[in-house]
């Protein structure tokens, strides 16, 4: 079945860059999303790269693609404490069909130092 | 403003009580979600509806139970069966294409979110 995997844990210095590493199972994925939480929020989406893509850039976050090896990353460019969140990796399944049903990863707490 | 609320933000449950999570939107979305938050989890579908008067199980619908008779709202009722509630509770909606539509990049809005816990 569908699965997408992060790393629970990420701590950087405030001004540097942040990398945040997703992978997922389902080659036939179409859209895949980055959405940050903030504590007791919702989910607010940051960005989404269509599958047919291996970069998008939006200021100061940078989406990688690599679909060959299912990887999907979130660069964020000279990281504030404002950055300090869950951020949580989602694919939009093939299989999902037009229902909008999203696969979440577990979610990457950034923690960032000043 | 447009946008999508929850209520209440947070809520107690007692040993054997069913407890209803409000979720109202006012984006004129077709389609509207049901998550249940774990902390270390990623986010898991209870519920989702495409449209009004129909709704669909997720991947844990097994004690929990929705309508959908506006277009509007899409509350959740938490019953006595299910033995594990508390949990961070996540209301979602989106535009939906329909039958036949390519797939399109239909993005989920969120609520704030309940925390649902057991007294």
């Known amino acids: 079945g569908e699965d997408v995997e992060q790393s629970l844990f990420l701590s950087v210095r405030e001004g540097d860059s942040s990398v945040i590493n997703c992978t997922y199972t389902?080659?036939?994925?179409?859209?895949l999303y980055w959405y940050k939480q903030e504590p007791g929020a919702g989910l607010q989406l940051l960005t989404y790269i269509f599958s047919n893509m291996d970069m998008k850039q939006d200021q100061r976050l940078t989406v990688l693609l690599n679909k060959k090896d299912k990887h999907l990353s979130l660069r964020i460019a000279d990281t504030q404490t404002g950055d300090s969140a869950i951020y949580f990796c989602a694919e939009t399944p093939l299989g999902a069909g037009n229902t909008g049903k999203l696969i979440f990863g577990q979610g990457t707490t950034l923690q960032v130092k000043p | 403003d447009g946008g999508i609320t929850q209520s209440p933000k947070y809520l107690f449950r007692k040993e054997g009580q069913n407890v209803t999570l409000s979720c109202e939107q006012n984006l004129n979305h077709d389609a509207m979600y049901w998550y249940r938050q774990d902390p270390g989890q990623g986010l898991r579908l209870i519920y989702y509806?495409?449209?009004?008067?129909?709704?669909q199980k997720g991947d844990i619908a097994e004690g929990y139970s929705v309508s959908r008779e506006k277009k509007e709202s899409f509350p959740l009722t938490v019953t006595s069966a299910q033995k594990n509630p508390t949990a961070f509770y996540l209301c979602a909606s989106s535009r939906s294409p329909g039958q036949g539509a390519p797939i399109t990049n239909e993005k989920l809005f969120f609520g704030s979110g309940t925390q649902l816990s057991v007294l």
């Open positions: 389902d080659s036939s994925s179409t859209y």
């Open positions: 509806s495409q449209i009004v008067n129909d709704f």
